[in-house]
């Protein structure tokens, strides 16, 4: 049985455990509200975005352009962001569990299947591996901006364009809620053919549209931007899962506190009880010794 020292201090380090993750939970809480914001007001660009393409997809044929083009996949980059730092439950865990199903997936189907990491625990989890990172993007979480991400995607579709990998694919924790987040592996490049819109699907004619300098033109500039747009969605969405995962991750650890601090509580006053009904046992025992 314990000493009630050791219980005590048991209690105290329990205490002063339970007075960080509450602080860490509070903090994420704050930053939750700025990545939420952030993100919802992203989401809307994104998809209007999408709805323009869809537009000038009736107009132009997409084919036509080369990060549309689909040709046989040998090579296949795969992008996964996780944190840089850890205490966030199985954030980056379930992020690193899709990437190794990915490759075990096709592990045969494809010649090669390069992987690119950003934020340091997915980097740290697959060396552990003994898997070759082609690329690490350090610290791009610290200061996130749209020019970072424009940046990213530029280098991506340079590659595609090159024909050094024949697709792309981004692994990222999806935002649904500050206590719910989903994996999701979104195909980045080439860019999937959007659907038509509900006017082209019911047979009527589409409002025509002057464009300038041209169709093409058009269809250019904005091609890269919306892959850009994706990889910024990508990295808010990520942002905004972790400072929530790391709010419910550190709410259950207070929470936890408490209950080991009222486990141990009780078994402190048990066994300071124990010792002083030996301590009385001892003295009567002693007293009947000298009757």
């Known amino acids: 049985m314990p000493s009630l020292k050791a219980i005590r201090n048991r209690i105290r380090t329990v205490k002063s455990t339970q007075q960080i993750t509450r602080a860490m939970k509070m903090v994420a809480a704050a930053r939750l509200r700025r990545a939420q914001e952030a993100i919802l007001s992203a989401r809307p660009y ?27 996949v040998k090579r296949v980059e795969v992008v996964l962001l996780t944190s840089d730092r850890g205490l966030c439950g199985g954030f980056n865990a379930n992020a690193v569990r899709r990437v190794q199903r990915f490759l075990l997936e096709n592990e045969e189907r494809y010649e ?7 934020g340091r625990k997915g980097n740290e989890a697959f060396r552990r591996r003994g898997l070759q990172i082609s690329k690490d993007h350090p610290g791009l979480f610290q200061k996130i901006s749209y020019s970072a991400a424009e940046s990213l995607a530029s280098e991506l579709s340079q590659r595609f364009l090159s024909g050094e990998v024949d697709a792309v694919y981004l692994v990222y924790n999806e935002f649904i809620s500050p206590v719910s987040q989903r994996v999701a592996m979104a195909e980045l490049l080439p860019i999937k053919p959007p659907v038509a819109g509900p006017e082209a699907e019911a047979g009527l004619a589409p409002v025509d549209y002057e464009y300038e300098p041209g169709r093409a033109a058009v269809l250019e ?26 709010m419910s991750a550190m709410d ?40």
């Open 112 to 118: 090669k299947v390069l992987l690119r990491t950003i």
């Open 252 to 291: 259950n650890a207070t929470n936890n506190a408490s209950d080991m601090i009222g486990k141990l509580t009780l078994q402190y006053n048990r066994t300071r009880q124990a010792g002083i009904t030996k301590e009385l046992m001892e003295i009567v025992s002693g007293a009947e010794a000298l009757k």
């Open 46 to 72: 994104v998809q209007r975005m999408e709805d323009v393409l869809r537009d000038l997809a009736t107009r132009v044929d997409l084919a036509a352009h080369p990060l549309l083009t689909r040709r046989p």
């Open 221 to 246: 500039g904005l091609l890269p931007r919306y892959v850009a747009s994706e990889v910024w969605r990508a990295l808010l969405e990520s942002v905004a899962s972790e400072h929530g995962a790391r």
